[in-house]
């Protein structure tokens, strides 16, 4: 496992291996709608509270790009709401490989359906994830589905964060420069890379 020696607690994340069986498994047998969750984790490095943001808007089909323009989050006393992304260097456009779009292209249109079935009850927001009747879902929402699907097909469960480290690591291996790797994740400052990653730049 790769793991995070700086860190009192240690980040683990899958390894090149386990990703790849966890992406085979999860497009053969999961919703679509977790599909494309966990296919722009492993892929974007986002944050959970920017999948939850992004709207179909934010995608580029023909340039197959993603611009992170918003974040949902979640507390007790607000509910759902919507804010700006973490920091400035947060707000940012990531090329992606291109059957994430086809993904995304097949869950705008299975919400289409949802709309039409629903009428006047479907709440429209424009989001990729979405609770039955069209609002914007919860940003822990694909938490529990994940644990009980790596329980099912014998995954080790990490949580959400790690297809994050995951994909830093991925792109460090793959001898990207610390700016890069710290521009995808959306870091305001390379530093923030650097303290989190030394292990991976080792």
């Not at 759902?80 to 097949?106: G, M």
């Not at 949802?114 to 979405?130: A, I, M």
């Not at 009980?148 to 994050?164: D, K, N, S």
Request: hydrophobic share 40%; aromatic share 12%; glycine share 4%.
């Amino acid at each position: 496992m790769l793991q995070n020696h700086n860190s009192s607690h240690e980040k683990k994340c899958y390894d090149v291996e386990q990703t790849q069986a966890f992406l085979n498994v999860l497009m053969e047998e999961a919703p679509l709608r977790y599909q494309v969750f966990f296919a722009l984790a492993i892929f974007g490095g986002y944050r959970r509270e920017e999948l939850c943001g992004f709207e179909f808007s934010d995608f580029d089909f023909e340039a197959c790009t993603a611009t992170v323009n918003r974040v949902s989050l979640y507390t007790p006393a607000n509910g759902i709401f919507t804010s700006h992304p973490k920091t400035e260097k947060s707000h940012r456009i990531l090329k992606l490989p291109a059957f994430i779009f086809d993904l995304v292209k097949h869950l705008r249109a299975e919400q289409a359906e949802k709309r039409l079935l629903l009428g006047d009850q479907w709440h429209e927001s424009g989001r990729l994830f979405t609770k039955q009747d069209g609002s914007p879902v919860q940003p822990h929402f694909a938490y529990q589905w994940l644990q009980r699907f790596c329980a099912t097909h014998g995954f080790p469960f990490y949580g959400i964060h790690q297809f994050r480290h995951l994909n830093a690591t991925l792109l460090i291996n793959n001898h990207e420069d610390i700016k890069t790797v710290s521009a995808a994740l959306g870091h305001s400052q390379t530093s923030t890379t650097l303290n989190i990653y030394a292990h991976a730049l080792a």
